[in-house]
């Protein structure tokens, strides 16, 4: 049975590139592999056991800041999307007035429907 004590280091292949290589039979048990890419690697016999494996806080925070990029640009798209047909059917607008008067509308826009998206993103984001 393998076992590892709090006192035991763990060897730090953090963020190491094995891409492409052959580690048959290698032995990364108790290793911290976070980060490490084994793209196309032959991993044939290599062992794993109790290895830490996931990402690293930089590819996570990373990973956070592309998600609320994306989650402002859909929560102004969804107001676009929205706001503009409405605006042009109920109000009965020509579309050469509707696009300069959206272009001033979303300069005053409230960040409220936004920041709703982006903290719903992020709730399902935390939950996946």
Same mark, same amino acid.
């Given at each position: 049975? +393998?076992?590892?004590?709090?006192? =035991?280091?763990?060897?730090?292949?953090?963020?190491?590139?094995?891409?492409?290589?052959?580690?048959?039979?290698?032995?990364?048990? @108790?290793?911290?592999?976070?980060?490490?890419?084994?793209?196309? #690697?032959?991993?044939?016999?290599?062992?794993?056991?109790?290895?830490?494996?996931? +990402?690293?806080?930089? =590819?996570?925070?990373?990973? @956070?800041?592309? #998600?609320?990029?994306?989650?402002?640009?859909?929560?102004?798209?969804?107001?676009?999307?929205?706001?503009? *047909?409405?605006?042009?059917? @109920?109000?009965?607008?020509?579309?050469?007035?509707?696009?300069?008067?959206?272009?001033?509308?979303?300069?005053?826009?409230?960040?409220? *429907?936004?920041?709703?998206?982006?903290?719903?993103?992020?709730?399902? @984001?935390?939950?996946?």
């Amino acid at each position: 049975m +393998l076992t590892h004590s709090s006192k =035991q280091q763990r060897r730090n292949l953090r963020g190491r590139s094995f891409k492409n290589q052959d580690v048959t039979g290698q032995d990364y048990c @108790f290793a911290d592999i976070r980060g490490a890419d084994f793209t196309g #690697a032959n991993l044939t016999g290599a062992k794993f056991n109790y290895a830490l494996a996931g +990402l690293t806080k930089s =590819q996570i925070i990373r990973l @956070f800041i592309v #998600a609320a990029i994306l989650s402002i640009i859909a929560g102004i798209a969804a107001t676009i999307a929205v706001d503009t *047909p409405i605006d042009f059917v @109920f109000e009965g607008e020509k579309l050469e007035e509707l696009v300069g008067e959206v272009i001033e509308e979303l300069k005053g826009k409230k960040i409220i *429907p936004n920041l709703a998206t982006f903290l719903f993103n992020v709730a399902i @984001f935390m939950f996946l």
